[in-house]
Nanobody
């Protein structure tokens, strides 16, 4: 079994910053792509940012230049540094990872439960 646990969400004013963390635990052999998704009320979940094991990144246009995704492979953790936050960034942010477990021949996709980010005055 493997789990992803997000942390770092909360209430922040427009223009402020937050740093989200997502730690993977379990019998993990390796993690390929990791990413952050978000879902606002009444909207579909969308990709915010993704990062490969080789640190190749991809961002949604709406967050490009404001958000930075990074990872620490030794800790099996992915981060999302969010700067210049806007009210429209308000959403539940969920972590996703493609994980290969020890003793397994096939990778699987794992999701965290999410952490709420609220940007408001």
């Amino acid at each position: 079994q493997v789990q992803l646990v997000e942390s770092g969400g909360g209430l922040v004013q427009p223009g402020g910053s937050l740093r989200l963390s997502c730690a993977a635990s379990g019998s993990i052999f390796s993690i390929n792509t990791m990413g952050w998704y978000r879902q606002a009320p009444g909207k579909e979940r969308e990709l915010v940012a993704a990062i490969t094991r080789g640190d190749i990144t991809n961002y949604a246009d709406s967050v490009k230049g404001r958000f930075t995704i990074s990872r620490d492979n030794a800790k099996n953790t992915v981060y999302l540094q969010m700067n210049s936050l806007k009210p429209e960034d308000t959403a539940v942010y969920s972590c996703n990872a493609e994980v290969l477990l020890h003793g397994s021949y096939r990778s699987r996709e794992v999701w965290g439960r999410g952490t709420l980010v609220t940007v408001s005055s």
